[in-house]
């Protein structure tokens, strides 16, 4: 188990966007079971945002029905919800106003049916000190109405200056066999050093890990990963050659290429110098839940094939457009 905000969550942890930010979310019923797998199979560590969906529609009206629904489930779920932007975007606001605008109404979409235990703005914004953007969350939790701060898409500089604000509860960046950035530009080595624990999002490359993409036309047209470059067609078949050589090893050991996404990242949690690190995989069917809360487990052999491959069929392509990584990793 890892402490998170002062709580202890499983090794694995459920990220919730997909069961609102998509053009054809999942049947709610649909929904409603896959949480409940998730948690009935230790993925505690909840990971939603205000910014999943719309104002009208996101994680916090998800959670506040689900809530409702079993009561009983709100202790054991460890919340961490992602906010800070523009109402109805994704440009970061920091302000006091914004980020106090987006707490409170995180906090009354809630509506006391679940304690909201970690706040992160989604991404940094460059116009607004860090003081004033972490000071305004770390009033809330020293009012009791949040249970800590986290940061999202952050350097390391970042998170040393956020940290000697306010102690950070957990960063949350972009990790897997697709995206390991955070190994050699010292945000692994940051949050080892500082004893915060790192959230991974994306940890099967938005689906791209798990070989349900063949050919650059599986990609669903109305998804964002038609728009990310490791996706484009020119691309494509070049970075499905990593895809493909971690399915060889999958076949060998008898599992799927998603439990060896998985247990990838496990096996540098809390390892040679890296700090906890919780996967967060998001499927929307309990089939999938079960799969991915069954990691493979890699000797050291199998963990230095997996690095070789790396070396072999480094991935082609930013993570994001231009855009959207201008405001990655500040």
Not at 282 to 309: S, V
Request: hydrophobic residues 40%; negative net charge; proline residues 7%.
């Amino acid at each position: 188990m890892v402490n998170l905000a002062g709580k202890e969550v499983g090794d694995i942890g459920y990220g919730l966007m997909g069961l609102t930010w998509r053009a054809n979310p999942p049947p709610q019923e649909q929904t409603y079971e896959s949480m409940r797998t998730a948690l009935a199979l230790g993925a505690n560590a909840w990971n939603g945002g205000e910014i999943y969906g719309t104002p009208q529609r996101n994680s916090l009206h998800l959670l506040n029905e689900y809530f409702t629904k079993w009561p009983e489930d709100a202790e054991k779920v460890v919340l961490s919800i992602k906010g800070g932007v523009v109402p109805g975007g994704l440009q970061p606001d920091g302000s006091k106003a914004n980020v106090t605008r987006s707490i409170e109404e995180c906090l009354a979409v809630l509506d006391g049916k679940k304690f909201l235990d970690l706040f992160e703005c989604a991404r940094v914004d460059v116009r607004v000190p860090l003081e004033e953007t972490i000071g305004t969350i770390a009033e809330y939790v020293k009012a009791g109405k949040v249970g800590g701060i986290s940061l999202s898409e952050v350097g390391a500089n970042t998170i040393r200056k956020a940290h000697a604000i306010h102690p950070i509860s957990a960063v949350e960046v972009e990790f897997s066999l697709w995206a390991t950035d955070i190994l050699e530009n010292g945000v692994a080595a940051t949050c080892a050093e500082l004893g915060i624990p790192i959230v991974a999002y994306s940890p099967l490359g938005r689906g791209f890990l798990t070989g349900q993409y063949k050919t650059a036309g599986d990609v669903p047209e109305n998804s964002v990963m038609k728009m990310l470059p490791r996706f484009q067609p020119d691309v494509f078949d070049e970075n499905m050659k990593l895809v493909l050589e971690v399915e060889k090893i999958a076949t060998k050991k008898g599992c799927k290429p998603s439990q060896i996404a998985i247990g990838w990242i496990l096996a540098h949690s809390g390892q040679k110098g890296m700090p906890n690190v919780i996967p967060i995989p998001g499927a929307t069917t309990p089939e999938r839940i079960a799969e991915n809360m069954k990691p493979a487990k890699l000797d050291d052999d199998e963990m230095a094939a997996l690095e070789e491959i790396l070396k072999r069929f480094p991935p082609i392509g930013a993570r994001y457009h231009e855009a959207g990584m201008k405001h990655a990793e500040l």
